[in-house]
């Protein structure tokens, strides 16, 4: 467990397709081709949707 | 030639044990069968003749001997393509794979299933590294379901389920962590085994999400699959047969196409009409199992996707990539509420032996349209067709997933029971078997 991510913390802190993007390879520790970019952001919005329901009880 | 479409593996043992018919023309009728039909669907990835004849070769020469080859004697089969094989490189449905170097021995499933006779004959298509329902591989292509080709056949063991639904192959492998044996068998009409979670051998089997990974069989009768999921256990529970059954309603009614609705109707009412349990949060239990793959999922491939992301199938690299940057909070919560939910079903195990629920929204979704309707909005089918089966799996429950008897589209239940509880849940099937209660669906012919 990383101590310093608080429990009901946002998953992702960045918006925007390429932010949040940047922000998840930087994470990684990858470079992120720009066609993974679109795909990438759609699947960590769809990862917040279920920990949103996860924590609170609905999306 | 022999037909062997229609063959079951009950009969294709007793005719192979009783010298009516030699394992090598079973062998030889499976790989002709396959030639013929495997060219519309794409359920076979790679055919394995000379194995195949060989090992075919080998159970005649035991009977010839005098020997008995076991209960699955001269049986033909398949794996999904992450099981290893000998002197194949294990893909896992991944063109990065196809490459790699080859296994050194079988999976563990494999050596069970050839003690006892039975001959592998072919590997079979999958969505890229399990992680996915419908079996759209951007290597190998999608894999059509037998019973209309313009629609999915479900995954991620979409060849394993439309090979033995096209009566390529007696019996199948596949690999279940969300979904993926229970969607298919539904979207073809046959049946399926999800165990209880770690009793089937996965030793040699391609990892996706160890907590919730476990291997099973498709097959086109219930009988059948008791029969290899016996030899696949190794030894059988002895507890009392299973009655009591309910459905599950909430949740596990909501969503569902009128077909699918109607023919639970149906089964309720040739059930006595059943009792209905509503369990709370299935709706978290469903997000946590999808966060908790994600994670597991995304941190097996991180370092690969890392050094070479292009060399994924697009669909799988992206949610893998998104999963791998979880943070590990997210992973303890979803693990936590495991806990609570499994209390709620332990409470609804404890009044009723077998729960039933949908194992699809409703029949297999177009390949032209590939999403499914959820409150009332279309969904991608690749990522949501577990919406009903992920609850289940997430607490390693055993499942069968069981064909309804219906006109048009095969559509299918989850039969649940109590973990441990396994071969009773399959004679439990057997019996609703026998009944006209659930029954497999031909294709067509």
């Known amino acids: ?59 | 030639m022999t037909d062997l479409s229609t063959w079951g593996v009950g009969a294709c043992a007793d005719a192979v044990r009783s010298g009516r018919l030699s394992a090598v023309a079973l062998a030889t009728a499976a790989l002709d069968r396959i030639a013929a039909r495997n060219p519309a669907i794409i359920a076979v990835t790679r055919t394995l003749r000379d194995r195949a004849l060989a090992e075919a070769a080998a159970v005649d020469a035991q009977l010839a001997a005098g020997q008995d080859p076991g209960p699955l004697a001269g049986v033909p089969y398949g794996v999904k393509d992450l099981f290893d094989v000998a002197g194949l490189p294990t893909t896992a449905g991944a063109a990065r794979l196809r490459d790699a170097p080859p296994a050194t021995a079988d999976a563990e499933a494999i050596v069970r299933l050839r003690a006892a006779g039975a001959v592998l004959v072919a590997t079979l298509n999958m969505d890229e590294f399990a992680y996915g329902f419908v079996t759209d591989n951007a290597h190998w292509g999608i894999t059509r379901n037998p019973h209309d080709p313009a629609r999915f056949a479900g995954g991620s063991s979409g060849g394993s389920a439309a090979a033995v639904a096209a009566g390529m192959l007696p019996f199948a492998l596949g690999s279940d962590t969300n979904g993926s044996i229970r969607i298919p068998a539904s979207l073809c009409g046959i049946y399926g085994t999800k165990p209880t979670h770690d009793s089937l051998p996965l030793a040699g089997a391609y990892p996706f999400v160890h907590t919730l990974d476990d291997i099973g069989a498709f097959t086109r009768s219930a009988r059948d699959l008791a029969l290899v999921d016996a030899v696949l256990r190794g030894d059988a529970d002895d507890a009392p047969p299973l009655g009591r059954p309910a459905l599950l309603g909430g949740w596990f009614a909501a969503n569902l196409a009128p077909d699918m609705a109607a023919a639970l109707d149906r089964l309720s009412a040739r059930l006595g009409r059943l009792p209905v349990v509503d369990l709370p949060d299935v709706a978290r239990a469903r997000s946590a199992a999808f966060l908790l793959t994600a994670y597991e999922g995304g941190r097996l491939h991180r370092d690969a996707l890392a050094a070479d992301p292009l060399s994924y199938d697009p669909a799988t690299r992206d949610r893998l990539i998104a999963g791998a940057a979880l943070p590990d909070a997210i992973y303890a919560q979803a693990m936590a509420f495991r806990s609570v939910f499994a209390e709620y079903v332990e409470r609804a195990l404890a009044d009723h032996d077998v729960l039933i629920a949908p194992a699809t929204f409703g029949p297999a979704p177009r390949i032209d349209d590939p999403t499914i309707p959820i409150d009332g909005a279309p969904q991608p089918a690749r990522a949501n067709l577990g919406l009903y089966t992920q609850p289940i799996s997430f607490l390693g429950l055993p499942v069968v997933a069981a064909p309804l008897p219906v006109e048009g589209l095969p559509m299918g239940v989850q039969l649940i029971a109590a973990k441990g509880r396994d071969s009773a849940l399959i004679d439990y099937a057997t019996l609703l078997e026998g009944r006209g209660l659930i029954a497999a669906k031909g294709e067509g012919r």
């Open chain 1, 1 to 59: 467990m990383n101590p310093d991510t608080p429990p009901f913390a946002p998953l992702f802190t960045q918006t925007a397709d390429v932010d949040l993007a940047a922000e998840i390879a930087a994470r990684i520790g990858m470079d992120l081709p720009d066609a993974c970019v679109a795909g990438v952001a759609a699947n960590a919005r769809l990862l917040q949707g279920h920990a949103d329901l996860l924590r609170g009880g609905q999306a």
